[in-house]
C-alpha cells in the first residue's frame, strides 16, 4: 500500500469512527495486512487508533502490528489501549515477538504484560531476552525443523508437511545434536525415498551462531538467498532459525534501504524511526554537518590565525585542493566497502584488515598528489618550504579521508548501528573537513 493510500485510509477511517460506523471500519481492517496496520495506527489520533485496533477481526494481526512499531510508538500506544487489551494482544505473540516487543518496554510494565503468557512461552520469551540485545539470537524462531541425520526422506517430509506456515527447510543434526546440514523440499523431493538425511543434506548450507551480529546474520541470510538459515550455541547445537521477515525487519531498523535494495529486499522507514531519507535522519544528517564544519572552520581559523598572514595566505590557498583530495579518497573508500559488504565479497569481522587493505593504498595516492602538487608548487614559486607543506598536508589528508569512508561504511554492518548518513552529504564532507584539517595540521609548522 502506497503512503497516499495509506493517508486517504486513515482520514477515511478516523471519519468514520467519529460517525460511529463501526460496521464500515471493521470491514475496511479485514483485508489489511500487519505492515500496514501498524502505519495507519501510527497517523490516526489516539483515541481513533486504539478504536480502530478493537475493530481488527484478527488479533494475530494486531499482535504483529503492534510488534512492528518503533519502541517510542508502541510504548505510547500500550498506554492507549490499557493494560487488559495490551495484554490480550501481548498473549497472541510468538516468543520470538513478545522478547522483541518487552524487550523495550520499561521493567514494570514488562512484567504485567508477561503475566499474560502461559509458562511455557514466558520460558522461552525469557531465554530470548537474556540474549545480547544485537545479537543473532534476538531475532531467530525457537521451533526450527530438526530431525536426526538417520532419518529418511519420507519422515522429513512428513514432518515439513505438518509445518506449511513455516519455511520448508530441515535441519539435520548428527548423533549428538550438532548441526551437519539443511536440505529444502525441492532437495528432499528430488532424493530417493529411501535415502537419509545425511546423503541428502546441503553440508555448505549457511548457518551462524549466537554471538554473530543480529544485522550481520540478517544480511547473510538474504546474501545467499537461503529461504531459512539455523542459529547454532557453542557446541554447534541449532537452537533457533532466522527467517526472513525477521531479517527484513532487521534490515529496515537499521536503516540501510541502500543495502536492502542491493539484497533484494523491500525495506522502508517506519514509525519515527531514523531510517535512511525520512526527514529525521536528514535533520540528523544536517545538525551533524553543521557541528563537524563548525569545528572545522575553529581550528582552521585558529592554525591560519597564529601564523604570519604571509605564511598563512600560501596554506589558504592550497586549501581547496586538500579539500578535492580528501573528498575524493573518502568516498573511494566508502563506495568500494559498501558493494563489498553488500555483496558478500568482503567480511565485516575483519575490521582491522579491511582498515589496512584501504589505507595502504591511500597512502600510495597520497604520495602521487603530494608529490606532483611538491613539484608544481616549487616550480610556480620557487620556494620549496611552502611546497613541501602542501604536498605533505596532501599525503597525510588522504589516508585520513580514506579512514573516515571505511569506518562510515563498516561501523553500520559490523555493530548494528543504524546507517543515518548518506553517501553525498556526510561521507563526502566529514572526509572534506579532517582531511583539510590534517593538511593544516602538517603544513603549518613548515612553512613557519
Known amino acids: 500500500m502506497e503512503d497516499a493510500e495509506k493517508t486517504s485510509m486513515a482520514s477515511r477511517i478516523d471519519d468514520l469512527i467519529q460517525s460511529g460506523a463501526a460496521r464500515q471500519v471493521n470491514d475496511i481492517l479485514s483485508g489489511v495486512g500487519a505492515g500496514d496496520l501498524a502505519d495507519l495506527l501510527r497517523l490516526l489520533p489516539p483515541d481513533q487508533a486504539a478504536a480502530a485496533f478493537d475493530l481488527v477481526p484478527d488479533p494475530s494481526i494486531c499482535a504483529e502490528a503492534v510488534s512492528l512499531m518503533d519502541s517510542t510508538s508502541r510504548f505510547s500506544f500500550f498506554k492507549v489501549i490499557g493494560p487488559a487489551r495490551s495484554r490480550e494482544t501481548v498473549r497472541h505473540m510468538g516468543p520470538e515477538q513478545s522478547a522483541r516487543v518487552l524487550g523495550h518496554l520499561p521493567a514494570d510494565l514488562a512484567g504485567k504484560l508477561m503475566g499474560a503468557l502461559d509458562d511455557r512461552r514466558k520460558e522461552q520469551t525469557l531465554r530470548l531476552m537474556e540474549l545480547p540485545k544485537k545479537s543473532a539470537g534476538r531475532?531467530?524462531?525457537?521451533?526450527?525443523?530438526?530431525?536426526?541425520?538417520?532419518?529418511?526422506?519420507?519422515?522429513?517430509?512428513?514432518?515439513?508437511?505438518?509445518?506449511?506456515?513455516?519455511?520448508?527447510?530441515?535441519?539435520?543434526?548428527?548423533?549428538?545434536?550438532?548441526?551437519?546440514?539443511?536440505?529444502?523440499?525441492?532437495?528432499?523431493?528430488?532424493?530417493?525415498?529411501?535415502?537419509?538425511?545425511?546423503?541428502?543434506?546441503?553440508?555448505?548450507?549457511?548457518?551462524?551462531?549466537?554471538?554473530t551480529a543480529r544485522f550481520e546474520a540478517a544480511v547473510k541470510l538474504f546474501r545467499n538467498k537461503a529461504l531459512c538459515m539455523p542459529v547454532l550455541d557453542e557446541s554447534g547445537k541449532p537452537v533457533g532459525q532466522i527467517e526472513p521477515d525477521a531479517a527484513a525487519?532487521?534490515?529496515?531498523?537499521?536503516?540501510?534501504?541502500?543495502?536492502?535494495?542491493?539484497?533484494?529486499?523491500?525495506?522502508?522507514?517506519?514509525?519515527?524511526?531514523?531510517?535512511?531519507?525520512?526527514?529525521?535522519?536528514?535533520?540528523?544528517?544536517?545538525?551533524?554537518?553543521?557541528?563537524?564544519?563548525?569545528?572545522?572552520?575553529?581550528?582552521?581559523?585558529?592554525?591560519?590565525?597564529?601564523?604570519?598572514?604571509?605564511?598563512?595566505?600560501?596554506?589558504?590557498?592550497?586549501?581547496?585542493?586538500?579539500?578535492?583530495?580528501?573528498?575524493?579518497?573518502?568516498?573511494?573508500?566508502?563506495?568500494?566497502?559498501?558493494?563489498?559488504?553488500?555483496?558478500?565479497?568482503?567480511?565485516?569481522?575483519?575490521?582491522?584488515?579491511l582498515i589496512v587493505e584501504e589505507i595502504r593504498p591511500s597512502l600510495r595516492l597520497g604520495l602521487l598528489f603530494g608529490g606532483v602538487a611538491f613539484c608544481c608548487i616549487w616550480l610556480m614559486i620557487a620556494d620549496p618550504w611552502p611546497a613541501l607543506a602542501v604536498g605533505a598536508g596532501l599525503f597525510v589528508a588522504s589516508p585520513c579521508a580514506s579512514l573516515t569512508g571505511t569506518l562510515c561504511a563498516l561501523l553500520p554492518v559490523r555493530f548494528g548501528i543504524a546507517a543515518f548518513w548518506a553517501p553525498g552529504p556526510v561521507v563526502g564532507a566529514a572526509g572534506a573537513v579532517l582531511g583539510t584539517l590534517a593538511y593544516l595540521f602538517i603544513g603549518a609548522p613548515m612553512v613557519c
Open 139 to 211: 531475532i531467530m524462531t525457537l521451533d526450527p525443523a530438526i530431525l536426526p541425520k538417520t532419518a529418511s526422506v519420507v519422515e522429513a517430509l512428513a514432518l515439513l508437511a505438518q509445518r506449511l506456515d513455516r519455511p520448508p527447510v530441515i535441519h539435520a543434526v548428527d548423533d549428538k545434536g550438532v548441526f551437519i546440514g539443511s536440505a529444502n523440499r525441492g532437495r528432499l523431493l528430488a532424493a530417493d525415498s529411501q535415502d537419509t538425511l545425511d546423503q541428502v543434506v546441503d553440508p555448505s548450507a549457511p548457518r551462524v551462531h549466537l554471538s
Open 249 to 353: 525487519d532487521e534490515i529496515a531498523d537499521g536503516g540501510s534501504r541502500h543495502l536492502g535494495q542491493s539484497l533484494g529486499v523491500t525495506v522502508k522507514p517506519r514509525g519515527y524511526s531514523l531510517a535512511l531519507g525520512s526527514w529525521t535522519a536528514r535533520w540528523a544528517q544536517a545538525g551533524g554537518l553543521f557541528v563537524l564544519l563548525l569545528l572545522a572552520v575553529g581550528a582552521g581559523w585558529s592554525i591560519l590565525h597564529s601564523l604570519p598572514q604571509a605564511q598563512a595566505l600560501q596554506l589558504a590557498v592550497f586549501m581547496p585542493l586538500a579539500a578535492g583530495v580528501a573528498l575524493h579518497q573518502g568516498m573511494l573508500s566508502y563506495g568500494y566497502l559498501s558493494r563489498g559488504l553488500a555483496t558478500g565479497d568482503l567480511n565485516s569481522n575483519r575490521i582491522f584488515r
